[in-house]
């Protein structure tokens, strides 16, 4: 991998991640920009206890361009884009219009190829292997920001989900805190290893699926499988094997083995509801333990947290998504209409040949 870093008209960083040693990255961005000027700051809620961010000039973001305006495509003449080359494997940017920024984190983009009518799942193990790389890489150089708490790598993959941009990329938030999701994971690992005299909860509960019925693929390295208490229709949990704390954590033979593994999930996921179906809309998200002190998970170290990718979809059948109504919004107590062990079932059927 050959890493180049650069800077956008109005002073954005954006990062080529190479294949190949020889590229050469020099192409100077055109546009008359100016600087970028955001409004974001996160507000904590002193009754609940977690942190909003809030961020108005997003209003103004790009919405549903026409394919030959994607900002995510590369340069091509006089059409300008965010990328300024004519070609790229993979690259990372600064957003133009983050939900973090300055002292409250800071967001990025990442785009996963040049190829605006592409998917993660039509990458290959090579792109995907280097998409990987750019992942911990970013992680990284994130965690060493004064402001940066925790770094939360995602892709949103769907206009049902919301995505306003359709060409194939993700996103990147470095957090000024720990995220309230992950917060909940360290009070329970916290809590197990008291009650059990030192033993990980995630070590427990991965033993706990791989010995049951709801795994939908296992290799030397990693294990997916549906969780017991699985809050969507279609929810996978992608672990390695051995307990790492973040993706810096992963050594080569788990890195050598995800791309296969990883393709496999996200093309067993545009298969579920068949053929003549859309793409399946999907969220992808990797939790990662906090760079933050850990004081107030009382007996919780860092490498206590196991690194793990949740991939689930909002699509509950054909034809028909799963909103988030009453119960999931306003309690935040989940229903759930597929039984996690047909879903584990249902993605194991439609195994590739």
């Known amino acids: ?30 546009r008359p920009l100016e600087r970028t000027v955001t409004t974001s700051e996160v ?64 967001c990025e983009v990442v785009c996963f190829t040049s190829d605006h009518d592409a998917s993660f799942a039509d990458l290959s193990e090579e792109q995907a292997r280097l998409v990987l790389d750019a992942w911990t890489d970013r992680t990284s150089e994130l965690s060493h920001l004064p402001s940066v708490e925790q770094v ?21 938030y470095a957090y000024p805190f720990t995220t309230p999701r992950t917060a909940l994971m360290l009070r329970s690992l916290a809590a197990h290893k008291d009650a059990t005299g030192g033993e ?59 791309p296969k593994v990883y393709l496999e999930l996200l093309r067993r996921f545009d298969r579920i509801f068949g053929e003549t179906e859309p793409p399946t809309p999907y969220i992808s998200a990797w939790h990662q333990a906090p760079f933050g002190q850990l004081e107030e998970f009382e007996g919780v170290q860092r490498d206590d947290f196991a690194l793990h990718l949740e991939l689930f979809t909002i699509r509950r059948t054909s034809g028909k998504l799963k909103f988030l109504a009453g119960s999931e919004s306003g309690m935040n107590v989940f229903i759930n209409d597929v039984p996690p062990e047909r879903a584990a079932e249902r993605l194991r059927e439609v195994a590739s040949s």
Not at 10 to 16: A, F, I, K, T
Not at 153 to 171: D, S
Not at 207 to 215: I, S, T
Request: hydrophobic residues 35%; proline residues 7%; contains cysteine.
């Open 200 to 258: 990980n909860l995630f070590d427990a509960g991965l033993d706990e699926e791989l010995a049951g019925e709801r795994v939908v693929l296992e290799s030397e390295e990693w294990v997916a499988f549906v969780p017991y208490a699985a809050h969507w229709p279609y929810e996978v949990h992608l672990y390695p094997k051995r307990r790492v704390p973040d993706l810096l954590g992963l050594d080569e033979a788990a890195r050598t083995e995800f």
């Open 43 to 106: 507000r904590r809620d002193p009754l609940l206890g977690d942190s909003v961010a809030i961020a108005s000039h997003r209003q103004g973001r790009t919405y549903h361009p026409p394919a030959d305006q994607c900002p995510l495509c590369p340069s091509d003449g006089e059409r300008l884009s965010e990328i300024p080359d004519s070609s790229y494997d993979v690259v990372v940017f600064e957003n133009r219009f983050p939900s973090l920024a300055g002292d409250s984190g800071r």
């Open 1 to 30: 991998m050959k890493k180049t870093s650069t800077r956008l008209a109005d002073g954005r960083e954006l990062v080529y991640y190479d294949l190949r040693d020889d590229t050469v990255r020099d192409a100077v961005d055109r």
């Open 152 to 172: 939360f790598c995602f892709e949103n993959r769907g206009a049902e989900i919301g995505v306003t941009l359709g060409h194939p990329h993700g996103q990147i």
